[in-house]
């Protein structure tokens, strides 16, 4: 099994700055990609931002350069930098990485527990 714990989550007024980590462990060989995704009550999950392998990002597009992720492959470990907090970015922030436990695995998606974000106008 991969387990993913975040942390970082919490409340903070709008304009203001949180940073969020995402550690795997467990039996993995290789990891494709990490990323952050969030969902907002009454709101369908979104993506907010994805780093491959490769250091590829791709972002949502109402992060509009106030994100940031990065990745410790060494550590299987991401982050989300996230500033110019706004109110509509408070949700449930879930991590996610597409893994393979064994060479001959094919790639599954693995998801954390959630950390919520509160952002206060």
């Known amino acids: 099994q991969v387990h993913m714990v975040e942390s970082g989550g919490g409340l903070v007024q709008a304009g203001g700055s949180l940073r969020l980590s995402c550690a795997a462990s467990?039996?993995?060989?290789?990891?494709?990609?990490m990323g952050w995704y969030r969902q907002a009550p009454e709101k369908e999950r979104e993506l907010v931002a994805i780093i491959y392998s490769d250091s590829t990002t791709i972002y949502g597009d109402f992060v509009k350069g106030r994100f940031t992720i990065s990745r410790d492959n060494a550590e299987n470990t991401v982050y989300l930098q996230m500033n110019s907090l706004k109110p509509e970015d408070t949700a449930d922030y879930y991590c996610?990485?597409?893994?393979?436990?064994?060479?001959?695995?094919?790639?599954?998606?693995?998801w954390g527990q959630g950390t919520q974000v509160t952002v206060s106008s």
């Open positions: 467990g039996t993995i060989f290789s990891i494709n990609a």
């Open positions: 996610n990485a597409v893994a393979k436990r064994y060479y001959s695995d094919y790639p599954l998606n693995y």
